[in-house]
């Protein structure tokens, strides 16, 4: 059981067609909401797994307790990780936004 995060690389790749003359701001835009949407989804799979096998402890099922606090420990890092990307885009959003014309 493995929780991808998108890679660096797949944000540079993304970053890279964007910079390219051929590429229109409408494909720029629909390919980092792709890349964003994909990142989204993924934290809310982290989140829903770990929430479906805490239950099942709680119900007292057989599910392995490290299991179970793997899972919660993947999805928690996961979410502070978006949370921080969030923090951070807000925060250069607001930079820009400062700037003098």
């Known amino acids: 059981m493995t929780i991808s995060i998108p890679s660096v690389s797949k944000v540079f790749q993304s970053n890279a067609a964007i910079s390219t003359p ?3 701001p409408y494909e720029a835009q629909k390919s980092f909401a ?5 990142s989204i989804e993924k ?6 797994q770990s ?5 099942k402890l709680a119900r007292g099922e057989n599910v392995d307790l490290h299991q179970v606090m793997i899972a919660s420990q993947k999805a928690s890092i996961t979410m502070s990780a978006t949370i921080e990307v969030r923090n951070k885009v807000i925060e250069a959003y607001q930079e820009v ?5």
């Open 22 to 24: 051929s590429t229109t």
């Open 34 to 38: 792709s890349v964003l949407k994909d």
């Open 97 to 101: 936004m400062r700037m003098q014309v």
């Open 51 to 55: 929430d479906v096998m805490t239950e």
């Open 43 to 48: 934290v809310n799979e982290a989140q829903n």
